[in-house]
Protein backbone atom coordinates (compact mmCIF):
# COMPACT_ATOMS: atom_id res chain seq x y z
CA UNK A 1 0.00 0.00 0.00
CA UNK A 2 1.19 3.71 -0.98
CA UNK A 3 2.50 5.19 2.30
CA UNK A 4 1.27 8.86 2.42
CA UNK A 5 2.30 11.78 4.83
CA UNK A 6 0.15 13.45 7.05
CA UNK A 7 0.09 16.43 4.85
CA UNK A 8 -0.57 14.66 1.93
CA UNK A 9 -3.19 12.99 3.11
CA UNK A 10 -4.50 16.30 4.44
CA UNK A 11 -4.24 18.07 1.13
CA UNK A 12 -5.33 15.21 -0.72
CA UNK A 13 -8.63 14.08 1.45
CA UNK A 14 -7.52 10.37 0.86
CA UNK A 15 -6.05 7.89 2.09
CA UNK A 16 -4.69 6.32 -1.11
CA UNK A 17 -3.70 8.27 -3.72
CA UNK A 18 -2.73 7.21 -7.61
CA UNK A 19 -1.23 10.17 -9.12
CA UNK A 20 -1.53 8.75 -12.47
CA UNK A 21 -4.84 9.11 -12.16
CA UNK A 22 -4.63 12.67 -11.57
CA UNK A 23 -2.12 13.30 -14.44
CA UNK A 24 -4.79 12.22 -16.88
CA UNK A 25 -7.22 14.55 -15.36
CA UNK A 26 -4.47 18.03 -15.07
CA UNK A 27 -3.96 17.00 -18.81
CA UNK A 28 -7.64 17.51 -19.67
CA UNK A 29 -8.05 20.39 -17.50
CA UNK A 30 -4.71 21.62 -19.46
CA UNK A 31 -6.46 21.40 -22.94
CA UNK A 32 -9.36 22.85 -21.81
CA UNK A 33 -7.64 25.93 -20.78
CA UNK A 34 -5.46 25.37 -24.51
CA UNK A 35 -9.13 25.41 -25.94
CA UNK A 36 -10.99 27.84 -24.22
CA UNK A 37 -7.96 30.24 -21.97
CA UNK A 38 -9.85 30.05 -19.29
CA UNK A 39 -10.51 27.13 -16.35
CA UNK A 40 -13.66 25.45 -16.00
CA UNK A 41 -14.00 25.66 -12.49
CA UNK A 42 -12.17 27.41 -9.52
CA UNK A 43 -11.77 24.51 -7.81
CA UNK A 44 -13.28 20.42 -8.01
CA UNK A 45 -15.56 20.63 -5.14
CA UNK A 46 -19.20 20.64 -5.34
CA UNK A 47 -19.07 24.05 -3.18
CA UNK A 48 -18.23 25.61 -6.57
CA UNK A 49 -21.18 25.66 -9.07
CA UNK A 50 -19.70 25.42 -12.39
CA UNK A 51 -17.78 22.20 -11.10
CA UNK A 52 -21.20 20.69 -9.38
CA UNK A 53 -22.59 21.55 -12.29
CA UNK A 54 -20.16 18.82 -14.23
CA UNK A 55 -20.03 16.41 -11.96
CA UNK A 56 -24.12 16.43 -11.94
CA UNK A 57 -24.27 16.24 -15.82
CA UNK A 58 -21.61 13.34 -15.39
CA UNK A 59 -24.15 11.41 -13.22
CA UNK A 60 -27.18 12.15 -15.37
CA UNK A 61 -29.62 9.56 -16.28
CA UNK A 62 -29.22 10.85 -20.15
CA UNK A 63 -26.63 9.71 -21.82
CA UNK A 64 -26.58 12.55 -24.09
CA UNK A 65 -25.61 14.52 -21.20
CA UNK A 66 -23.71 12.22 -19.32
CA UNK A 67 -21.65 11.56 -22.29
CA UNK A 68 -21.02 15.08 -23.47
CA UNK A 69 -21.62 17.63 -20.33
CA UNK A 70 -22.38 21.47 -21.08
CA UNK A 71 -18.60 22.20 -19.88
CA UNK A 72 -17.14 20.36 -22.49
CA UNK A 73 -20.10 20.24 -25.31
CA UNK A 74 -18.37 22.74 -27.17
CA UNK A 75 -14.88 21.51 -27.65
CA UNK A 76 -13.57 21.25 -31.08
CA UNK A 77 -12.80 18.94 -32.54
CA UNK A 78 -15.92 17.18 -31.83
CA UNK A 79 -13.49 13.62 -31.54
CA UNK A 80 -12.01 14.97 -28.39
CA UNK A 81 -15.43 15.06 -26.36
CA UNK A 82 -15.43 11.52 -25.73
CA UNK A 83 -12.00 11.60 -24.65
CA UNK A 84 -11.99 15.06 -22.00
CA UNK A 85 -15.31 13.62 -20.83
CA UNK A 86 -12.96 10.16 -19.70
CA UNK A 87 -10.01 11.90 -18.50
CA UNK A 88 -12.18 15.05 -16.85
CA UNK A 89 -14.49 12.24 -14.88
CA UNK A 90 -15.18 12.95 -11.18
CA UNK A 91 -14.81 9.20 -10.35
CA UNK A 92 -10.45 8.48 -9.92
CA UNK A 93 -11.82 5.25 -10.58
CA UNK A 94 -13.86 5.42 -13.70
CA UNK A 95 -11.43 7.89 -14.73
CA UNK A 96 -9.23 6.54 -18.16
CA UNK A 97 -5.60 5.57 -17.85
CA UNK A 98 -3.15 6.75 -19.71
CA UNK A 99 -3.08 3.55 -21.85
CA UNK A 100 -7.09 4.17 -22.98
CA UNK A 101 -6.03 7.40 -23.82
CA UNK A 102 -3.01 7.20 -25.72
CA UNK A 103 -5.72 4.07 -27.53
CA UNK A 104 -8.20 6.47 -28.33
CA UNK A 105 -8.90 7.26 -31.86
CA UNK A 106 -8.61 10.73 -32.35
CA UNK A 107 -4.87 10.85 -30.75
CA UNK A 108 -3.89 7.73 -32.85
CA UNK A 109 -4.78 9.90 -35.85
CA UNK A 110 -2.21 12.73 -34.45
CA UNK A 111 1.15 12.27 -36.72
CA UNK A 112 4.46 11.66 -34.83
CA UNK A 113 6.96 13.46 -36.82
CA UNK A 114 9.40 10.88 -36.57
CA UNK A 115 7.50 8.04 -36.93
CA UNK A 116 6.40 8.20 -40.62
CA UNK A 117 8.66 8.44 -43.48
CA UNK A 118 6.57 11.79 -44.79
CA UNK A 119 5.33 13.69 -42.48
CA UNK A 120 2.33 15.92 -43.72
CA UNK A 121 2.95 18.88 -41.22
CA UNK A 122 6.14 21.49 -40.89
CA UNK A 123 7.43 22.59 -37.96
CA UNK A 124 8.40 26.25 -37.68
CA UNK A 125 10.39 28.73 -35.53
CA UNK A 126 7.58 31.51 -34.88
CA UNK A 127 10.71 33.77 -35.46
CA UNK A 128 11.58 32.52 -38.71
CA UNK A 129 8.21 33.09 -39.88
CA UNK A 130 7.99 36.65 -38.10
CA UNK A 131 10.97 37.42 -40.62
CA UNK A 132 10.16 35.74 -43.17
CA UNK A 133 6.87 37.86 -43.12
CA UNK A 134 8.28 40.64 -42.92
CA UNK A 135 10.58 40.65 -45.30
CA UNK A 136 7.65 39.55 -47.67
CA UNK A 137 5.78 42.54 -46.44
CA UNK A 138 8.91 45.03 -47.19
CA UNK A 139 9.56 43.53 -50.87
CA UNK A 140 5.94 44.35 -51.59
CA UNK A 141 6.51 47.59 -50.62
CA UNK A 142 8.99 48.04 -52.27
CA UNK A 143 8.13 46.66 -55.57
CA UNK A 144 4.76 49.22 -54.80
CA UNK A 145 6.86 51.83 -54.42
Keep these: MLHLTPMLKAICGFA ?9 WACG ?3 YCLHFQELPWRIAQHSDAL ?3 YA ?4 SASPAQSACP ?3 NN ?8 LLRKMLEPDPKQRWTIEEVVNF ?21 ARQLAEAQAREVANVAATAA
Design 29 to 31: IVY
Design 16 to 24: AYDARLVDI
Design 105 to 125: SWIQKIEVCHCVPEPKHVHVC
Design 70 to 72: PTI
Design 51 to 53: YAS
Design 56 to 59: QACQ
Design 75 to 82: LSPRECRP
